[in-house]
T-cell receptor, first 112, second 116 residues
Framework: AQSVSQHNHHVILSEAASLELGCNYSYGGTVNLFWYVQYPGQHLQLLLKYFSGDPLVKGIKGFEAEFIKSKFSFNLRKPSVQWSDTAEYFCAVKTGGFKTIFGAGTRLFVKA | GAVVSQHPSRVICKSGTSVKIECRSLDFQATTMFWYRQFPKQSLMLMATSNEGSKATYEQGVEKDKFLINHASLTLSTLTVTSAHPEDSSFYIC????????????FGAGTRLSVL
């Protein structure tokens, strides 16, 4: 069965620290990959996506993610986090059809 | 950007009653809407995919008669939890896609259902 695995459930960082959130998926075919973010009290919203082309994609607020096909990974990175990045981050994978599979989410808390 | 409104944000009901949750796309027409359920500390679990004007497609294990979905227009989908029981208590989230082939989903704020 297709699945998405996020390695860390909770991450605590100090401001200016670098961030990397892991995401691996299990599916051998073509995928579309997403990172969604949910800030406290707000809707889930798209942070960035990969459909094709350059495997290093840049999203909003300085986030980027790298698709490594050989590792079935799509890790999220940010060089220097801010307190306002405190949120829950969801990795998601869409294979054929309309269904998107979400990871369990990673709660990031950034200490001011 | 595309906005999805979900109402109510929170509902508390007695066991045996039915609860309707609305999901509206405010500034776009959504050919496809999705209904998810989220358990504490777990991921969003897709319950069903709703296409305007046709029957919803339910995921395996989701009771069609329990979770009634209606997508009567391009801007509105509803989820009715019929004869709710405490085990139905959960966080329900809807999302909408601009077109049937669009991969980007726009999410509502979610509905916290508590069944007493």
């Amino acid at each position: 069965a297709q699945s998405v695995s996020q390695h860390n459930h909770h991450v605590i960082l100090s401001e200016a620290a670098s961030l990397e959130l892991g995401c691996n998926y299990s599916y051998g075919g073509t995928v579309n990959l997403f990172w969604y973010v949910q800030y406290p009290g707000q809707h889930l919203q798209l942070l960035l996506k990969y459909f094709s082309g350059d495997p290093l994609v840049k999203g909003i607020k300085g986030f980027e993610a790298e698709f490594i096909k050989s590792k079935f990974s799509f890790n999220l990175r940010k060089p220097s986090v801010q307190w306002s990045d405190t949120a829950e981050y969801f990795c998601a994978v869409k294979t054929g059809g309309f269904k998107t599979i979400f990871g369990a989410g990673t709660r990031l808390f950034v200490k001011a | 950007g595309a906005v999805v409104s979900q109402h109510p944000s929170r509902v508390i009901c007695k066991s045996g009653t039915s609860v309707k949750i609305e999901c509206r796309s405010l500034d776009f027409q959504a050919t496809t809407m999705f209904w998810y359920r989220q358990f504490p500390k777990q991921s969003l679990m897709l319950m069903a995919t709703s296409n305007e004007g046709s029957k919803a497609t339910y995921e395996q294990g989701v009771e069609k008669d329990k979770f009634l979905i209606n997508h009567a227009s391009l801007t509105l989908s509803t989820l009715t939890v019929t004869s709710a029981h405490p085990e139905d208590s959960s966080f329900y989230i809807c999302s909408a896609a601009l077109t049937s082939g669009s991969d980007i989903q726009y999410f509502g704020a979610g509905t916290r259902l508590s069944v007493l």
